[in-house]
């Protein structure tokens, strides 16, 4: 496998509403950034791969008009996914192997705010049999949550300490949207707003861009004191039919974290892309984390979860404390779909020391 | 083998061969610092493009210039006269069209802009509508100007003789299908890099 690295990382901060920007608007400043930090331009970059999608913001092929703030022309090599960034990322890293190339840019952006986005996500269902039905994403959320707790994997104790622990790390989050820092008693005294999810268990709704440079080999070295490393890198999705899964576990993550590698030495810092809580504990099961004490220390997704960007954050979120020294090796994990239906884990590493 | 006969119940039952399962979701879309600025002009009845660092005017503008990858904060008012640089005479009736056929659709580069907007070619007989046809803005009564390109009802000929030397745009640099150059796609060979200077063998 050929050495690539994340090398720049950028992130406009999350917000509830970017009302005064369009979406090429709210992304130039990211792009700028990624490339600036390493004082690249896009002509030197050999593929750029970008993750968004038309239903979020209502506008028809809004990738294109996106395009412009990376400054495309003349032609330059150039692909999209309508997923996160992160399969953006690994899409990328595919290119990277084959040789050919040595650097990458990677983006992705969303504005929810734009719609009502639990409505929107409904599109992404079986569109003969449930789609029609209008599952909102929360109740299925909480449908998942009732089977995880209903199965004794999960506690409501447990998640409401997820949600404290993840918005008191958002205060050293200078990106965050939602953070506080309050009791798993305050928590728990919440109502339910879709039982057994209270509001504090639900991720906020975020408009936001995030982009990263990879770099492959010496470029990466030449380029920065401490590239973080791809090690392993998978994914794996799971059945679109709801009834046709084990909504308790997440078996496509267990099985990403496994060819990923993540087994294969410590794990100093984890980013789980987990937007509700009950999610966080699914993930630890399916990684080997459960007790693990660095996961998110970013807040994650209850933090600020631009959709389509949030998961990409998590690498961007292990790749800095890596590239700054705080970490040595790190587990960033990002997901699509209701329900926690797909799922990519990558394993990231700085050199020895 | 998986069994896939109904069960008793549902045997005397007519089979499903389609469903209709109408969606729709509503957006408050937002226009951006650059397109609002444009839609406020409009109101004032006038059109205002942006000039980027490269001296392109783009309209409506979007806010980056896909040259530099940069915003283009300048603002430019063009004209309100310009050159058909490609029409459609419309020969069909659609559902939600209140034109009546035929009706002209055309690509209009408005004097000061380099990017054409699209608009309808009116008070003319369809069949003389041509490209280099000179037109200019025809507005709605000032009581309904609102912040939309539609407060232009259409455009109309100016009389001016044609513009013989009607400049497309792109086609001297390529943007899109009508920038091929002798066959062959603009490629990194054929145009000048905006950015490095690189490159370009075209005029």
Known sequence: MRDVAVISTAQTPARRRVEDLNEVEMLMPAIGGVLGRVDMTIDDIGFTCSGSTDYLAGVGFSFVSTLDGVGPWPPIQESHVEMDGAWALYEAWVKLQLGELDTALVYSYSKSSPGDLPMVLTRQLDPYTVAPLWPDSVSLAALQARAALDAGLVSTEAMAAVVARSRKSALDNPNAQLAWDRSTDDALAEPHSVAPLRRSDCPPITDGAAAIVLAAGDVARDKVDRPAWIRGIDHRIEPMALGLRDLTVSASTRLAGERAGISDGPVDVAELHAPFSHQELILRQALGLADHDNVNPSGGALAANAMLTAGLVRIIEVAERIGAGEAGRGVAHATSGPCLQQNLVCVLEGDDR | ?203
């Not at chain 2, 100016?158 to 001297?172: M, N, Y």
């Open chain 2, 1 to 203: 083998m998986v069994d896939v006969t109904l069960p008793p119940c549902l045997r005397d039952v007519e089979a499903v061969r389609s469903v209709r399962t109408p969606a729709q979701l509503d957006y408050r879309f937002t226009a951006g610092h650059a397109t609002s600025r444009f839609l406020q002009a409009i109101t004032e009845k006038r059109i205002v493009g942006q000039r980027a660092p490269g001296g392109r005017v783009y309209l409506p503008p979007r806010g980056a210039d896909p040259e530099l990858g940069q915003p283009t904060p300048e603002e430019v008012e063009v004209a309100q006269v310009g050159t058909v640089t490609s029409f459609c005479v419309v020969n069909l009736q659609f559902y939600g069209s209140v034109m009546e056929i035929p009706y002209v659709s055309a690509l209009i580069l408005l004097d000061g802009a380099d990017l054409s907007i699209m608009h309808l070619i009116q008070e003319v007989p369809a069949d003389e509508v041509r490209i280099g046809m000179r037109v200019e803005a025809v507005w709605r009564d000032d009581a309904d100007i609102e912040p939309t390109l539609e407060s232009i009802k259409w455009f109309r000929p100016t009389g001016e003789p044609d513009d013989t030397d009607v400049r497309i745009p792109g086609e001297d640099h390529g943007t899109g299908l009508g920038s091929w150059v002798g066959g062959v796609a603009p490629t990194e060979g054929l145009v000048r890099n905006p950015r490095t200077g690189v490159g370009g063998t075209g005029p």
